[in-house]
């Protein structure tokens, strides 16, 4: 007498292999997950370090045109000054224009051609 297949035996089989069949489909995207995100973290991290060097040379920028602009302001007034003593009104008011123009200038004028320059990962500037 042969026995009859057991159905349930059958159905036990295919849920077992379905699960499994689930599980690795879910470890492989876990692991390409896992990958995503590694390679997120590297490129914040790398996205930053750009901050951190483009910070830097911004601040170096800002600190050499100001010392220069200091030292521009330094020269007029020192003229002004001489020009006083001397009674050279001429010389007065031809200094003062260039206190003027200096004050109209804005040290960030060009701040977009800076910025340009730092995008371009080619660019090599000596402060």
């Known amino acids: 007498m042969r026995k009859k297949p057991n159905p349930s035996l059958s159905l036990s089989t295919d849920a077992i292999q379905s699960i499994l069949k689930e599980f690795y489909n879910f ?21 930053i370090e750009r901050i951190r060097s483009q910070k830097e040379i911004f ?5 050499h ?21 001397k009674g050279d ?17 804005s040290p960030f004028r060009g701040i977009q051609d800076f ?6 990962k080619n660019f090599v500037d000596e402060l």
Do not use: H
């Open 27 to 47: 470890k492989k995207i876990e692991e390409e997950e896992k990958t995503k995100r590694t390679q997120i973290i590297k490129e914040a991290e790398a996205c």
């Open 59 to 63: 601040l170096e920028y800002l600190e």
């Open 65 to 85: 045109e100001y010392k220069e602009r200091a030292s521009t302001y330094q020269k007029l007034f020192s003229g002004i000054d001489a020009a006083i003593e």
């Open 89 to 105: 009104t001429a010389m007065v008011n031809s200094l003062m224009q260039g206190v003027i123009s200096q004050i109209q200038t």
């Open 115 to 120: 910025r340009e320059k730092l995008m371009d």
